[in-house]
């Protein structure tokens, strides 16, 4: 069924994705401030999120659907679709200046919906534009400045937005707020367009991320951070799921980086740190599993869940649970080793870290000059890491640990859409598992 999703090792059928368009560039003007970790070529993203599909669809039969085709395709069609798009597009447009000017804009835009085509308005969506006018003496002597506010430079992260589960969707309230409006084009997308059950929209003060989410079977993960507030979890915890347990993963402070200063971006997301490959094994960064401590509550029934007294960290509670762990390097889980995607039981679409591990060091080389205090130790880690992996030649997902364990791994190529902060998992939405 669409929009229910009981386990992340159940076979994949129908995800969702963003191809980064006009608002990468925008990012990219400040990487630093639309949250990408490091410069990259947005033409090489644009490359590799097109042959992420082609993978997806073609070797992998995944079906594949595109955030704007599925809304302006069920814009032409249906009226009513067309119309809320209109309408949140004239919520995100503003005018200030010249106050006759400011009017005449306003009645012209209306009268031009017509002549408009759909696109433009999902594009108005995307920027989020305040025209600011000035008026000088003469005809039509108007200058005119556009300035975009927040634009959607990490919609692409198309997992975030909302996270699906064993009773319909959670739409999410991101934590930054240059991401917040996202969730007006995937809420839209998910209630109007696709007409999925939502189960919970995370009201204020509570914030979280998809990122966070692990839907294990009989149980389910989610992380609390930087990202995910208490806030939010106490609403998550009044959902009547079937899981019969909720594990909340608190993120781990990197070990390697000094306590009063931390860098919360290393583990954003339980995704970045901890993923599951198959009904069997799960993979990630030992040393942060055994700093992450898990809260477990256990279901009872009509949204009530009871708090366990125990609290065992991460690596404890996933064996307990019945799970191989396969290992990832300091350097691995900072170039999103972790971050694949699962496509069935033991099978998963990974990125291929050694085509851009040299940049993860790069960045995090400048990083330690920088600021060695804080640094240091992580790129020193990282570097002895990278010398091992080389001469091993093991680096993820070429590891025997792997192939041991039964998982099969399809590697790909994502060298400048990692720069963004994420890897094939941040970057889709599964609407169908089964």
């Known amino acids: 069924m669409d929009g229910v999703i009981k386990a992340e090792w159940d076979t994949l059928k129908k995800i969702v994705v963003h191809k980064p368009g006009m608002e990468m560039f925008f990012g990219l003007l400040d990487p630093y401030g639309s949250l990408y970790e490091r410069a990259f070529s947005r033409q090489g993203a644009r490359e590799e999120h097109d042959n992420l599909v082609h993978i997806l669809k073609n070797a992998l039969g995944v079906q594949v659907f595109r955030l704007k085709d599925l809304i302006l395709e069920a814009a032409l069609k249906r009226p009513r679709v067309r119309e809320k798009l209109i309408q949140m597009a004239r919520e995100s447009l503003d005018y200030i200046g010249d106050e006759n000017t400011v009017k005449r804009a306003k009645e012209e835009f209306e009268n031009n ?4 085509d759909t696109q433009h308005f999902f594009y108005m969506l995307l920027v989020h534009p305040e025209i600011d006018f000035k008026r000088a003496e003469g005809a039509r002597n108007i200058a005119q400045t556009v300035n975009l506010r927040q634009p959607l430079a990490n919609l692409y992260f198309m997992r975030d937005q909302q996270f699906v589960t064993d009773k319909g969707a959670v ?4 934590a930054k707020p240059s991401r917040r409006r996202e969730t007006n084009i995937t809420r839209f997308l998910i209630e109007d367009v696709l007409e999925l059950p939502i189960a919970k929209e995370i009201e204020a003060p509570g914030t979280i991320e998809g990122g966070e989410f692990l839907p294990m079977g009989k149980f389910a993960m989610v992380g609390i951070g930087d990202r995910t ?8 915890l009044q959902i009547n799921f079937d899981f019969e347990e909720l594990a909340v993963v608190h993120q781990p402070m990197h070990p390697l980086v000094p306590s009063d200063t ?8 339980l995704d970045t740190y901890f993923n599951v490959a198959s ?3 799960v993979v990630g960064c030992e ?5 992450a401590k898990v809260e477990v509550y256990h279901n009872e029934g009509s949204g009530k869940f009871v708090k366990d007294a125990k609290e065992p960290f991460l690596e404890e509670y996933i064996k307990s649970k019945g799970f191989e762990i396969a290992g990832l390097t300091t350097l691995e889980q900072l170039s999103y080793a972790s971050n694949f995607l699962t496509i ?10 050694e085509r851009g591990v040299r940049d993860v060091l790069t960045n995090l080389k400048g990083k330690a000059q920088r600021d060695h205090m804080r640094y240091g130790k992580l790129y020193d880690q990282a570097r002895m890491d990278f010398d091992k992996l080389k001469n091993e030649g093991g680096f993820f997902p070429h590891k025997k640990e792997l192939y041991s364990k039964g998982v099969e791994a399809y590697p790909i190529i994502l ?4 720069g963004g902060f994420g890897a094939a998992h941040c970057m889709t939405c599964a609407l169908s598992r089964g």
Do not use: F, W, Y
Request: glycine share 2%.
């Open 113 to 116: 919906i017509p002549h408009l």
């Open 415 to 418: 060298k400048n859409l990692t």
């Open 279 to 281: 009904s069997k094994v």
């Open 262 to 269: 931390p860098d919360p971006m290393i583990d954003m997301h």
């Open 171 to 174: 739409i999410c309230r991101m």
């Open 287 to 291: 040393l942060l599993l055994k700093h």
């Open 229 to 236: 507030n208490r806030a939010a979890i106490d609403q998550l």
């Open 344 to 353: 069935s039981d033991g099978r998963i679409l990974a990125v291929e870290i």
